[in-house]
């Protein structure tokens, strides 16, 4: 079984508070996860909000949740009954004990949105992304494998590059054609599929939804603008926003998108293999992406990240910011990566106290006292 560093986290939230929820895309892995932790206590209840069954113990959820008041009970794909948050609060208020829900839900901004209502101050929030190498060992064959089949434990697991390939365009095939109308999507699954694709075309470009628009064959920019909001609330598109900092230039002030799983980014792009995607246009952009999710799985939940672009050229591909300290990484597809000029000039407007190269090197190496070239195999810890 794959190690989830999320475990220790989500067991120390439910050692804490009464509730916790985690959030994940589909088949990323939460209900393993769920039932790792529920093993540690004795007599939880599970069930699966998607299942008829289930949901009918629910019919009388007051009278439910006093019944099994002593136990921890597992709620999956929460978000499939929404009414649920209301009969959560009043529960949770009359047993405040630490351990008694864990909610799992697949769709963050309205997961968010529905439980924040109903349990702010009562529940803590953390999110299951995709393996990161560090879960399947960092070592350079399995992170090889790891960038070509991304971190849905399924594709990462299956017996070869095809039969990943072929899951994960089930996957996206499903998610469009019926996860997305489960919750209450009605927008054609081949428009939003168009709009996937070309979202991964423009890999950790500038987002132009007037732009989108005029190729999706005259959507309004508003429109477009829903479609990156569901995309990024249901954890499959990471909206990057630009850092601003009072340095009397002209920034950037568009966000970059990112298909947030590497296997899904190929996947859309049609790329099968190790060998196509070190020849396809978009390896480099597949690469920033692909380190990206890893620096942010890596950082502590109060981080902050952003990138840094100005006019002039200056650009740093992320940065990071935790308790007022700033660490600023580019990432580069060579095994012998030299920055730019803009490189050195955004480490002089943001100041940072580091900055990191990430590259696929063998041996870090220094450039500049506070400057380092390292593997994603090697990224600090902090």
């Known amino acids: 079984m794959l190690y989830r560093k999320l475990l220790v986290a989500l067991r120390s939230r439910l050692f804490l508070q009464p509730a916790a929820v985690l959030l994940g895309p589909r088949q990323v892995g939460k209900t393993t996860l769920a039932r790792l932790l529920a093993a540690e206590y004795p007599d939880a209840v599970m069930l699966d909000l998607e299942r008829e069954s289930d949901r009918a113990r629910l019919a009388q959820p007051e009278a439910f949740f006093a019944r099994h008041r002593g136990r921890l009970m597992v709620l999956d794909e929460v978000q499939a009954l929404p009414e649920l948050f209301a009969a959560l609060r009043p529960e949770i208020d009359a047993d405040r004990r630490p351990g008694r829900f864990l909610l799992l839900g697949s769709a963050s901004g309205l997961l968010l949105r529905q439980s924040s209502e109903s349990l702010a101050g009562r529940v803590a929030y953390l999110e299951l992304a995709p393996l990161l190498i560090e879960e399947v060992g960092a070592d350079p064959q399995h992170a090889a494998s790891l960038w070509l089949r991304g971190g849905f434990p399924t594709s990462y697991t299956a017996p070869d590059d095809a039969a990943s390939f ?15 109308p489960q919750l209450g999507v009605t927008i054609p699954a081949e428009t939003l599929r168009r709009f996937w694709r070309m979202c991964a075309h423009l890999q950790g470009q500038l987002f132009n ?88 799985g890596a950082a502590p939940p109060q981080a902050g990240f952003t990138f840094y672009r100005t006019a002039a050229g200056a650009e740093m591909d992320l940065v990071v910011t935790v308790g007022g300290r700033s660490i600023g990484y580019e990432i580069k597809l060579s095994n012998a990566p030299k920055p730019g000029k803009g490189f050195w000039h955004a480490c002089e407007d943001l100041g940072v106290e580091r900055a990191y190269v990430v590259a696929p090197v063998l041996e870090p190496y220094a450039l500049a006292d506070n400057v380092e070239v390292v593997s994603p195999l090697m990224l600090p810890t902090w």
């Open 166 to 180: 072929a899951w994960r365009g089930d996957f996206i095939q499903t998610f469009l054609a019926r996860d997305l």
């Open 209 to 296: 939804a007037s732009q989108l628009g005029a190729a999706l064959g005259g959507v309004a920019h508003t429109t477009v603008g829903r479609y990156l909001d569901l995309f990024v609330d249901t954890l499959m598109l990471r909206r990057l926003e630009p850092h601003f900092v009072n340095v009397g230039k002209r920034l950037v002030k568009s966000p970059k998108v990112y298909v947030r799983d590497s296997g899904m980014l190929h996947a859309l792009l049609n790329i099968a293999t190790t060998d196509e995607l070190i020849g396809h246009p978009a390896a480099g952009q597949s690469w920033e992406g692909f380190v990206i999710e890893q620096i942010i």
